[in-house]
């Protein structure tokens, strides 16, 4: 799979927009971006995937920029709930491969 | 909404002593997982199963491990002769094998590992 960075921490208002940004520049073409995150020391929760185009769903939007190297969450009206770890995660869209999850981006959404 | 269960939540063992951690994954899923995350640690993949069968572990997972569904519902870890280095969260994962879907893994609250 892929290697992601992301920056170790960020801080954001309550009710501003978080971005959240993910270099995946030796992505593959079957590869897909999935955002996963971490409150406290719970399991890592779904976000969202995308292959090529932007997505959006009720938790989040992801971007991804037209030669797939890079992409952001945006989380838009971040709420102190939304503290926590982020894992942006590059991977080919097969059943039964395992996620790699690297340190991650820490947000803190700050009152 | 369908959800992965795990127990117990915690458990303190002595060094030495086996320990089965238990997982009910999300009813319609056909891959299971069990990762684990050191306190302050990355999340780290251990082992994979697909029809009764392990597809996939990584270096971790080494002879003191062993997985098994032992029935329709269940998918448990067993830790052989724990050692210190085991103290860690587990956390059960499942992920849906047919249909609609990319794969993506859907995670239990975890069971934390104690070992004295």
């Known amino acids: 799979d892929a290697k992601t960075t992301q920056p170790p921490s960020m801080d954001c208002a309550e009710g501003r927009a978080a971005n959240l940004p993910c270099n995946h520049s030796t992505i593959s073409g079957n590869e897909y971006v999935y955002w996963y995150r971490q409150i406290h020391s719970q399991g890592p929760q779904y976000i969202i995937h995308?292959?090529?185009n932007n997505e959006t769903n009720e938790m989040a939007s992801l971007i991804i920029t037209e030669d797939r190297k890079s992409s952001t969450l945006i989380l838009p009206h971040a709420t102190l709930r939304d503290t926590a770890v982020y894992y942006c995660?590059?991977?080919?869209?097969?059943?039964?491969?395992?996620?790699?999850f690297g340190p991650g981006t820490r947000l803190s959404v700050l009152p | 909404e369908p959800e992965v269960t795990q127990t117990p939540s915690h458990q303190v063992t002595q060094m030495g002593q086996e320990v089965i951690l238990r997982c009910v994954p999300i009813?319609?899923?056909?891959?299971f997982y069990w990762y684990r995350q050191i306190l302050g640690q990355k999340v780290e993949f251990l082992v994979s199963?697909?029809?009764?069968?392990?597809?996939?572990k990584s270096e971790i997972f080494d002879d003191q491990f062993s997985v098994e569904r032992p029935d329709g519902s269940n998918f448990t870890l067993k830790i052989r002769s724990t050692k210190l280095e085991d103290s860690a969260m587990y956390f059960c994962?499942?992920?849906?094998?047919?249909?609609?879907?990319?794969?993506?893994?859907?995670f239990g609250e975890g069971s934390r590992l104690t070992v004295l």
């Open positions: 994962a499942s992920s849906a094998g047919t249909g609609r879907g990319t794969g993506e893994l859907f």
């Open positions: 199963f697909y029809n009764n069968e392990i597809s996939e």
């Open positions: 009813s319609n899923h056909l891959y």
């Open positions: 995660i590059v991977r080919a869209n097969n059943y039964g491969q395992n996620f790699v």
């Open positions: 995308g292959l090529k």
